[in-house]
């Protein structure tokens, strides 16, 4: 994957929830304990962690960047990137792409050779644009409802996702439902239930 994947997805979730209302973020999204301004700030600190982890020649190989992180309020998530709620909407939805947007340009940039750490596997360009890619595809999903918008990613994308990043995953005709389903976030017919999983972010050639 690259970094016309994590543009393509950041698009799309800008052209899904373009006409929120400003108003309309506040609940909290889905079964999370995050508003849905919450999750989408979160999705967007994610892509601005991920472009800071392969930024660097010298890229940290156990640990995030020193960035300082912190909640808002207490229950919410631990951020660098914070948006102001007087900016809307379209403030929002243009911090999640001009986090996206650094992230592709890092991931384009960065040799095949580079490494980042995450703590699910140390990964090369290509992992942090898969996983960038699946933190905006199922965070929107956590919003769509509650903000009732459709969300129904392409399945060629969530297909690239579902081959870079996850290993062992039953076969099955649609692959959004394989996404959400390996991601803890729906059922499978004749599986248990996701309650604690994790992607594997190495490198394909180093598994």
């Given at each position: 994957?690259?970094?016309?994947?994590?543009?393509?997805?950041?698009?799309?979730?800008r052209a899904a929830f373009a006409d929120v209302p400003d108003d309309g973020w506040d609940r909290p999204a889905g079964t999370?304990?995050?508003?849905?301004?919450?999750?989408?700030?979160h999705t967007a600190d994610d892509l601005f962690a991920y472009a800071g982890q392969i930024a660097a020649p010298d890229s940290p190989q156990d640990a995030y960047l020193p960035f300082a992180w912190?909640?808002?309020?207490?229950?919410?998530?631990?951020?660098?990137?914070?948006?102001?709620?007087?900016?809307?909407?379209l403030g929002l939805l243009r911090c999640l792409?001009?986090?996206?947007?650094?992230?592709?340009?890092v991931v384009d940039a960065a040799p095949a050779s580079r490494r980042g750490?995450?703590?699910?596997?140390?990964?090369?360009?290509?992992?942090?644009?898969?996983?960038?890619?699946?933190?905006?595809?199922?965070?929107?999903?956590?919003?769509?409802?509650?903000?009732?918008?459709?969300?129904?990613p392409?399945?060629?994308?969530?297909?690239?996702?579902?081959?870079?990043?996850?290993?062992?995953?039953?076969?099955?005709?649609?692959?959004?439902?394989?996404?959400?389903?390996?991601t803890g976030r729906a059922e499978l017919p004749g599986h248990a239930t996701r309650t604690g999983w994790r992607w594997d972010g190495r490198p394909l050639a180093e598994r």
């Open positions: 994957m690259n970094g016309a994947d994590v543009l393509r997805s950041v698009a799309l979730v999370l304990s995050w508003t849905c301004w919450e999750t989408m700030e912190r909640p808002m309020r207490e229950g919410g998530p631990s951020n660098t990137v914070f948006v102001e709620h007087s900016g809307g909407t792409e001009a986090c996206g947007a650094m992230l592709a340009g750490w995450h703590p699910d596997g140390t990964s090369d360009p290509e992992g942090f644009a898969a996983m960038g890619v699946v933190e905006v595809l199922v965070h929107a999903w956590d919003v769509a409802d509650t903000v009732e918008r459709p969300w129904n392409p399945a060629d994308l969530v297909t690239a996702v579902l081959d870079r990043l996850f290993v062992g995953l039953p076969a099955h005709e649609d692959p959004w439902r394989l996404l959400l389903w390996a």
